[in-house]
């Protein structure tokens, strides 16, 4: 059964009598949500009345169409302003909508993919390419010059900035490659003290390196200088377990046929 109810403003009563021009409104909308019942009637303002219908559709349960109509001063027909579809408190809705930006994770740039970087990026900062620097040089200071800008690990346009830096040995810190997991707490060592630890460089080095040894299973991998695996270098022969005695097979022979009925 339909309801009326008015909000601040006093109803409309030309535009909420006008019920199957509202619903006409709808069905011109519909498509495939079609048009039910008609189900409330409130006003807006001062002439201006939405009339709501049910929306008969099993994908759209408990939403409605809204129709506002709305009348002139003086006039004697009022006019559609605009049709709707809603949602009612319990209907299904859609996840709110995250940035693509928000919802990239980890591992989610596969092959193929590209993955742009934010000019404003914190976690990067300007770096120095030495274009400027030996623009101005002979050819050969200039060539020297890239050389140096070369081993001291510059010659990029951007580099890691300490906020990035920061982020990174957090991150690296809490994952498989940290200290605080099962493997480092029964490894025999740690990777600091192994020979298959590469050492990064950097404001890093102090913390992280890399693990050469093809057997762990961080093999590849950024792992911190507390961190630990049973692959440790320092694992030899004295810790391996020691070889078992040979198998003993015993065996009973018997001089002459014993029969159970002598």
């Not at 200039?142 to 800008?149: D, G, K, M, Q, S």
């Not at 093809?214 to 200088?225: E, K, L, P, Q, T």
């Not at 015993?250 to 159970?260: G, V």
Request: charged fraction near 25%; glycine fraction near 10%; hydrophobic fraction near 40%.
């Amino acid at each position: 059964m339909a309801t009326t109810r008015t909000r601040a403003s006093k109803l409309d009563q030309i535009c909420a009598d006008a019920v199957e021009l509202a619903r006409e409104a709808a069905e011109d909308a519909s498509d495939v949500v079609a048009v039910g019942a008609h189900l409330g009637t409130y006003a807006d303002a001062e002439r201006v009345v939405t009339h709501t219908f049910a929306a008969e559709h099993p994908g759209y349960a408990g939403w409605r169409w809204s129709v506002t109509l709305v009348r002139a001063s003086r006039a004697k027909q009022p006019t559609v302003n605009e049709v709707v579809l809603l949602p009612g408190t319990d209907s299904l809705l859609s996840p709110d909508w995250v940035p693509w930006a928000e919802r990239v994770q980890a591992g989610d740039v596969t092959p193929g993919l590209l993955m742009p970087t934010p000019d404003d990026d914190p976690r990067l900062e300007p770096g120095f390419t030495g274009g400027d620097a030996a623009a101005d040089l002979e050819p050969a200071d200039a060539t020297l010059a890239r050389i140096v800008v070369a081993e001291l690990g510059l010659g990029r346009e951007r580099v890691l900035s300490p906020y990035g830096r920061d982020e990174a040995a957090e991150r690296w810190l809490a994952g498989d490659g940290g200290p605080d997991n099962q493997m480092t707490k029964l490894a025999p060592g740690v990777c600091e003290t192994c020979g298959f630890f590469v050492r990064l460089q950097g404001g890093l080095a102090d913390l992280f390196g890399v693990c050469a040894n093809v057997y762990a299973a961080s093999d590849g991998r950024v792992v911190s200088v507390d961190h630990g695996c049973g692959a440790h270098s320092k694992v030899g022969p004295q810790n391996q377990a020691e070889d078992l005695p040979a198998p003993v097979w015993e065996t009973i022979e018997w001089d002459e046929p014993i029969s159970l009925f002598d």
